[in-house]
């Protein structure tokens, strides 16, 4: 996972902050970016999860098929944030926890949108509804 050593900050920093030079900023700047780009990183990685866990859980209300995976994701991310404490070169933070699970939020809020979305074109008859065992849906 990525709650070893080699993903640390400093690893990153060192590929980031050269890029971020390369464009004359200051190397403060270039570490403040250095987070930014690991927590958009971090945010985007368990949207992709959210989305995946989402259509994963096919049965149920869309409630709690969100419900389902936002446990899934907040789960991994406390698993990945106690992994990243036990690290000598990590540290785990409750703030990425959050941050993890706003992230699965916006990948299971997209999918609920598309799925609301086929059911009420289905409804207006312009195609068939989404199935829960339908793998395309």
Do not use: C
């Not at 060192?14 to 990183?41: M, Q």
């Amino acid at each position: 996972g990525m709650a070893g050593p080699w993903a640390s900050s400093e690893r990153t920093g060192a590929v980031t902050s050269s890029f971020f030079a390369s464009f004359g900023w200051s190397p403060a700047l270039a570490a403040a970016a250095n987070v930014g780009v690991r927590k958009a990183g971090h945010a985007l990685a368990y949207a992709v999860f959210g989305v995946l866990v989402t259509r994963a859980v096919r049965a149920g209300a869309p409630v709690r098929r969100a419900l389902v995976a936002l446990g899934f994701a907040v789960a991994l991310a406390i698993a990945d944030e106690t992994m990243q404490g036990l690290s000598p070169a990590r540290d785990g933070s409750g703030w990425d926890v959050v941050l993890d699970a706003g992230g699965a939020l916006l990948g299971i809020a997209l999918v609920v949108r598309r799925d609301d979305a086929a059911r009420a074109r289905a409804a207006a008859g312009d195609v068939e509804p989404p199935t829960p065992d339908d793998p395309t849906a």
